[in-house]
């Protein structure tokens, strides 16, 4: 009997403990693994649909006008609207010991490839200290956010607020790297065509090549609010059905005229023009309407144009955009603010803006996520007919304080332009990576060390900065992502995948990953591509004490081991001296596929010159041996 009473006791014990463990796991009063999201699952709230409220057609670039450089002050990173992704300030950082926070070593590459490095084909300064062309020199802003784009004949490059043209050895120039049109402000694209697009030289603007229809996309933000409008799009709500905004303006297109190329200022012009960058008084007053997002498309190969121009209004505050080439539209992503858990996924009508026709955007607001980039087409074969894009984003949440995780977060971005209702963002699924932790713990947490000063660098370890390079060989759809990650040995490493999609349910599933750090220093900020045979090539930054942070190139062929980058990393620009005006370095690099050869990966990035006070950029392009 005591017996009997004492089993019943024990498995009374057992269902009570059993219970109580239940509730802690459920309601979080146990410790939970580091690897474990510290957020809720984002959220995809309601579409809304923006019609261009403007669209036109330029011409071709002109010496016989001119914008007056300082009429209005450049609205870059740091003259964006109070609290509203400011991007400013710096906290201490104190490295970690080697063998801190070292998750994910397990795929680890810890030295050098085996093969010979990879000669550059070409290299050149861009803009940046010391640049000057046909017309003049400028000075640019920091961080350089870099972005390039390969055409035919051409390598158009810009960086914050400033836009150049450089030719290309080929059938049209005997040399690579001759400066053509530049510097000028990327607004010039949009001379003539009024509102905040003309008004306005922004910053983040990003140009990107489509291979697709061989056409120059340039895609420039609007960081301060225009005046109230009757086009003013809904803002929307999780649950409610698509909206739309007004249509813009009637009878546009107009008649094609030059676009604008200003004749080179003297040198008393060019001096003011440097010293009245940041003139006081030049901002306009607040306003209460919408930001905005400008887009230019080339009517055809050429970069200085004719081309079709467009505004759409965001209610939104648009940072970072970043513009994704797919069949179907221009998908160009952003963020809301710093300060905020929330992007705006967007998709303009490639079809109807590729022949200058009334175009909208649909818009979609997903709270909850870290970052996100969409898939962006490499080469001339495309997915299959209907495939929605893809989208990703890291893990963690850096504003709560949760610098790590074990998972790439996808979306799918189905569009429908004949009924937005149709239009869906499916998501997020999780793709187990091995665990990583941020770079520095994020953006703005300075912590790689140059020589010679104690100003260390910011690594934005946080998120997927750059594109998703996808590239379709055959019936084999890839998508390569990297980012920044902190290492065993203390350093700094580029984390970098291949990602697989499969089968008719569009299923994206990890193929090979591994984390770039053959040594005990920093390689951050990567930028990836995948050339016609598979091979995968990495731009990244190198540096820490005692080397000045400069640009290095690596490489892998298609069917080497997995995880593993097999040639010795190539020095495309070594720096000769600290940065020493900002915190800042390069908010992100850029990679751009060739398409005359589809081999050659062009990438971009930082450096200083010796006794330099500025950055300049260093252009460099790179043929994996077995592509041709």
Partial sequence: MRRSRSISIGRALIIAIMLLAFVAVRFHLLPRSPKARETPPPHVGSLSVNHAVAHDVSGRLSPNSVVTESAIMDDDDEDREPGLSAKTGDRDFVLPPRGASAVGVDVEQKQQGARPAIPVVASFDG???????????????????????????????????????????????????????GPVETRNFFKGFGGPCEARNNGD?????????????I?????????????????????????????????????????FEPPAPSPAQDTATARGARGAGARPPAEQGSYAMCYAVSTGPDPFGPYYRYEFTRPLFPDYPRPAIWPDGYYVPSSTGDEVIQKQACVA?????????????????IDG?????NADVDGKTTPPPGAPNVMMAAGGTQLKKVMEDDGIYVWQFHVDWADAAKTAVTGPSKIVVAPYHYLCDGQLTNCVPQPGTDRRLDAQGDKLMSRLAYRRIGDRESIVAVHSVNTAAGGGGVRWYEFRVQGRERAVELHQQGTYAPDSLFRWMGSAAMDAKGNIGIGYS????????????????ADDKKGVLSFHETVLAEGAAPQTNTLRWEDYAATALDPVDDCTIWYVGDYLRKDAANYSTRIGGFRIPGCR
């Fill in 127 to 181: 803009l940046g200290a010391n640049f000057s062309g046909p017309q003049g020199s400028a000075t640019l802003r920091n961080p350089s956010d870099n972005s390039l784009a390969v055409g035919r004949d051409h390598i158009v490059q810009i960086v914050n607020t400033r836009t150049a043209i450089f030719t290309k050895k080929g059938r049209m120039f005997d040399t690579t790297g001759k400066v053509l049109y």
């Fill in 205 to 217: 603007a990003v140009v990107r090549y489509d291979q697709l229809a061989d056409r120059w996309l």
């Fill in 219 to 259: 895609v420039m933000p609007i960081f301060s609010r225009s005046p109230l409008r009757s086009v003013e799009p809904p803002a929307g709500r999780a649950g409610e059905p698509a909206r739309e905004s007004e249509r813009g303006q009637p009878g546009q297109p107009g008649t094609a005229v030059k676009l």
């Fill in 349 to 365: 009508d490639r079809r109807r803006m590729l022949k200058g026709e009334e175009a909208a955007e649909q818009c979609v607001i």
């Fill in 369 to 373: 996520v870290n970052f996100l980039n």
């Fill in 542 to 557: 190198f540096g820490g004490t005692p080397n000045f942070a400069g640009q290095r190139f690596a490489a892998r062929l």
